[in-house]
């Protein structure tokens, strides 16, 4: 797969060896900013709608202008993905706080778009996820901003404690992954938290399943919870539904991915796949 070779920066599509943001952004001097990600599957953006969304929503909750509508902005994706001609990819839309002559006042955002290389991984014979708990609670945690100080600051930490991930909660109510949303499964219910969390895309389209004899609710979750999961696993835009099979050291349920684990994987792939073919 060839690498990619352009970046669009406010609209303007330029080599990636080029590509420059001015030191006085907000987004370096204050870590000011927001995006979203979405993957390309053989050239098809996957649910970008609800990406786009979610992008002028967070966009309006952090009070930055995006100078593009949302036509406009579609099209400045598209164009992008031809310059690059990456079918599998991924794409992340960025909106700055802008340059700030004193470091602290907003003005007008920078717009980037970026585009990488990207193939989802497979789930046979996967591996599930080993999540470490946490106590912390995200500002803002509604908003999709750059801020992921905190799981940054953890992979060392993570690694320690023999995890894949950290799993944050506060005072004992479950949060959410750093970059992706957590569910439990139980006799017959799938459940996920409902407040002070980022409403992922891919959680979304879970909550609109039908599974036979199960119901899939919104429904805050205490860490005591996880003694009654018969399988847990997270969702993302990169791994749809992806097994954990521990947390804090003890098992979830068998061990393994679970059978509505898997037929929950199989409905979001259909779901993608109806896109990529429609």
């Not at 989802?120 to 100080?149: C, F, S, W």
């Not at 996920?192 to 992922?200: E, R, V």
Request: proline share 4%; charged share 25%; with cysteine.
């Amino acid at each position: 797969m060839s690498s990619p070779k352009f970046v669009s920066i406010n609209n303007e599509i330029v080599p990636e060896t080029e590509a420059k943001i001015g030191v006085s952004d907000l987004s370096i001097q204050r870590g000011y900013g927001i995006f979203d990600f979405l993957k390309v599957i053989n050239s098809r953006p996957i649910f970008i709608d609800d990406h786009l969304n979610r992008f002028y929503r967070s966009a309006a909750e952090m009070y930055l202008d995006v100078e593009l509508d949302r036509s406009a902005l579609k099209q400045a994706v598209h164009e992008l993905m031809e310059a690059n001609n990456l079918p599998d990819s991924a794409i992340k839309i960025i909106l700055t706080g802008g340059y700030a002559e004193d470091g602290y006042t907003m003005s007008k955002p920078n717009l980037v778009i970026t585009q990488v290389p990207f193939v989802m991984e497979g789930q046979a014979n996967i591996e599930g996820l080993r999540l470490v708990t946490y106590d912390h609670q995200r500002q803002l945690p509604a908003i999709k901003t750059i801020d992921y100080l905190q799981a940054l600051r953890l992979q060392g930490w993570i690694k320690s404690n023999n995890a894949d991930d950290v799993l944050y909660h506060n005072n004992n109510f479950i949060g959410e992954c750093p970059r992706a949303n957590f569910f439990i499964v139980t006799d017959d219910e799938v459940i996920t938290p409902k407040d002070n969390i980022l409403s992922g895309i891919i959680r979304s389209k879970v909550l609109k399943l039908v599974i036979d004899n199960y119901s899939i609710v919104e429904r805050n979750l205490v860490l005591t919870d996880l003694a009654n999961a018969r399988e847990a696993f997270i969702t993302s835009s990169t791994k749809h539904a992806w097994p954990v099979i521990a947390v804090d050291g003890k098992q979830i349920g068998e061990g393994k991915t679970g059978k509505i684990t898997s037929l929950i994987n199989e409905k979001l792939n259909e779901l993608m796949l109806d896109v990529v073919y429609s």
